[in-house]
């Protein structure tokens, strides 16, 4: 009967067990035969063990809530979990080479005993730990079954190989919530070093996780911060390196992570080391679209390369395709957009083909039918000017024959489909003017597509046709002007009077114009009376209507008379008021018809 600990002890790969309840181990270095091997099994101790001058080797499972002293070493060795509560005072170095080292969280090591994970060991749990090596091989896995945040105190390394576990437990990224729903490392008055070849693995089918990728949660953007800064710690992100993204787990519901729905990504700042979920859910408020080249010539044939660059409500860029991306239908003269290509790395591809009518085109996206908020814009230039499109146009219209008046001509030049064009395009004359009809000047170059020369009005009444010329072509569009006569100054006969018989009608009636000072016929005139007189030869008389009312500047008689004296050379003067008078060439008369003897030499007897 009686209390006490029986220790079996034996060389080999096994102690065997401990009976009853540890409270104390108290090494002596002696254990054993002298270079034998021991370890010790499943055991459970509230007391202290005493690590002086040995070291501590379990290949079995234990909680430990008791401190542990000493300068040996605490190496777990075991294909279990070795559970620690509470400070534990030794200062020897803590070795993780197989199974798990789980501290509680209110277990701590000493700042003494620094940790090193060996390939094959596994750091969990939350507690605080001193400066912490992960070797190649090594996990370095806060919380283990649950969430929770482990703090090192110290310097905290991740070598090459080595894999920092991370694991999130509900659909939550609330910074208060670090250590609860998502595991979290801190580090206390240390540094970060992170060895290329580092991984971050990410796990979210752990116990008691509710994570479903299905959930609106992951529609957006969301972040959380896995490795933190605190205390005299400060990271240089250039300096301390970082994780490569490693495996990513399942949801709770055993639903792989669709790449159409988001993407994980992790990097190094100065407030540590965050993991950002990426979504892939495309917007149509942040998405864009960029053209090459932007500026094409109107010829119905340029074409031009539209990229959309589908972003996620953040404005960061997709990195898979599988959306419905069109284009909004263009207006008449616009140009047209080609079926487009999914480049299945979150762009898409069209090709816009110009149209004819010069400008800007917008061009707008849709997704799912959805216009997106940003554009962007193609102009369409004009070609190379065309004699056949191009036009020309008077500034006055109608301007008054020999009174010294201008009008301003102007060119517009214009490609093959009608568009101005906007920059000089070659040379343009003008179709010189027949005598009368007036002068052009030189014509000036305006450098936007337009040219001009001033038209003099010439002396002639009448239609002036404008023609110019592209580089000695004709244009096929014309413009004129009409000169219209000045104010009346004078009669002139338009036809001369022809006699007749003595007596009889003429045989042409005269007609009579009013006219301004170059001769044109004031053809505005409807109520000057011209009236008609024998200005010169004797015994004749003038018959008829001798006064007719001008009709648009024309006086035009009809049935006048002449009766005179055969071989007489008769003059008719035309007369109306306030205007110069106008003489008639020589009329003569001709014998009337025999109606009558008359003696013209009467007989004398003898």
């Known amino acids: 009967g009686g ?89 020897g170095a ?38 912490t090596t992960v070797e190649s091989g090594g996990v370095h896995a806060p919380g283990g079954a649950g969430s929770a945040v482990q703090t090192v105190a110290g310097a905290a390394t991740y070598d090459s190989g080595s894999t920092l576990e991370w694991s ?90 669709a ?68 284009f ?21 591809t069209a090709t816009y083909t110009a149209g004819t ?37 008077a500034s006055v219209s109608s301007l008054t024959a020999g009174g010294g008046g201008t009008s301003t001509l102007t060119v517009q030049l214009k490609d093959a489909n009608g568009n101005d064009l906007t920059a000089s395009g070659g040379t343009v004359t003008f179709e010189p003017l027949a005598s009368g009809e007036g002068s052009i000047g030189s014509v000036t170059d305006n450098n936007n597509g337009t040219y001009s020369a001033t038209y003099t009005a010439g002396t002639t009444a009448g239609g002036v046709t404008i023609t110019p010329k592209l580089d000695g072509s004709d244009f096929s569009n014309t413009t004129s002007i009409t000169l219209t006569p000045g104010t009346a100054s004078a009669l002139a006969i338009t036809t001369e009077p022809a006699g007749d018989a003595s007596g009889s009608a003429l045989s042409t009636q005269p007609v009579v114009a009013v006219v301004d000072a170059n001769g044109n016929t004031v053809t505005s005139d409807g109520t000057t009376d011209v009236t008609v007189a024998i200005q010169s030869g004797s015994d004749g008389t003038l018959g008829g209507t001798t006064t007719v009312t001008v009709s648009a500047g024309v006086a035009t008689f009809t049935d006048l008379t002449l009766a005179g004296t055969v071989g007489e050379d008769y003059v008719l003067r035309f007369t109306a008021s306030g205007l110069t008078s106008a003489d008639s060439a020589n009329v003569t008369v001709t014998p009337g018809t025999a109606s009558a003897l008359a003696i013209t030499t009467e007989p004398a007897g003898d």
């Open 328 to 348: 909004a239908t263009l207006g008449s003269g616009l140009g047209s957009i080609g079926s487009v290509t999914d480049n299945t790395d979150g762009t898409y």
């Open 357 to 393: 009518s010069a400008g800007s085109v917008t061009i707008t996206p849709t997704l799912g039918g959805t216009d997106f908020t940003n554009t962007t814009s193609i102009t369409l230039t004009p070609g190379a000017a065309s004699a056949v499109t191009s036009t020309v146009a």
């Open 94 to 131: 803590t070795i993780v080479r197989e199974g798990t080292l789980a501290l509680a969280s209110d277990g701590s090591l000493s700042a003494s005993s620094s940790v090193t994970v060996e390939s094959g060991g596994t750091l969990a749990g939350g507690g605080t730990v001193a400066a």
């Open 3 to 91: 209390s006490g600990i029986v220790v079996l002890r034996y060389p080999g790969s096994s102690l065997g067990s401990i009976g009853g309840t540890a409270t104390s181990f108290v090494g002596d270095g002696t254990i054993g035969e002298s270079g034998v091997t021991y370890q010790v099994h499943t055991f459970t101790s509230s007391g202290a063990f005493d690590l002086s001058g040995v070291n501590f080797n379990s290949v079995l499972s234990a909680t430990l809530a008791g401190d542990i002293v000493g300068a040996g070493d605490f190496i777990i060795d075991t294909e279990g979990t070795i559970t620690l509560s509470g400070t534990k005072s030794l200062t």
């Open 168 to 257: 999130l437990l509900a659909n939550d990224d609330t910074a208060g919530d670090r250590g609860s729903d998502f595991d979290g490392v801190n580090i206390s008055n240390g540094s970060l070093v992170i060895t290329s070849g580092a991984t971050l693995d990410l796990v979210f089918n752990g116990t008691g996780s509710s994570v479903l990728w299905a959930d609106s949660f992951w529609d957006s953007n969301q972040s959380w911060t896995i490795v933190a800064p605190t205390g005299s710690t400060t990271i240089d992100p250039a300096t301390a390196g970082s994780f490569t993204l490693g495996s990513v787990s399942n949801d709770s519901g055993g639903n792989a992570l």
């Open 259 to 326: 790449s159409s729905r988001g993407r994980f990504v992790v990097e190094t700042t100065a407030s540590g080391v965050v993991l950002s979920f990426i979504s892939e859910i495309p917007d149509a408020t942040t998405s864009t679209v960029s053209a090459s080249p932007t500026s094409l010539t109107a010829d119905g044939s340029a074409e031009s390369t539209l990229t959309v660059q589908l972003k996620n409500a953040a404005g960061q860029n997709l990195t898979v395709g599988g959306a419905t991306v069109t």
